[in-house]
């Protein structure tokens, strides 16, 4: 077990380097308030996410507070 904690332990130290370099560390992680209906829903959230990094306007999913 202490080989795992150590392989995490480098994971996130590597990443708060990166991150102190101003590299954005997203994972592929969907938030269920959308209330995805299926793996597509799930994908599109995700892949919408990636293009709000780079300011791409899409219409993948509903944003928080929008009807």
């Not at 392989?7 to 590299?23: D, F, H, S, T, Y």
């Not at 969907?30 to 780079?54: A, R, S």
Request: aromatic share 8%; glycine share 4%; hydrophobic share 40%.
């Amino acid at each position: 077990a202490s080989d795992v904690y150590k392989r995490q332990a480098i994971n996130l130290e590597n990443m708060l380097k990166l991150a102190r370099l101003g590299v954005v560390i997203m994972p592929p992680v969907t938030e269920f308030y959308t209330k995805p209906k299926n793996i597509d829903d799930l994908i599109n959230h995700i892949v919408g996410k990636c293009l709000d990094q780079f300011n791409i306007e899409h219409d993948l999913f509903t944003r928080w507070g929008s009807k």
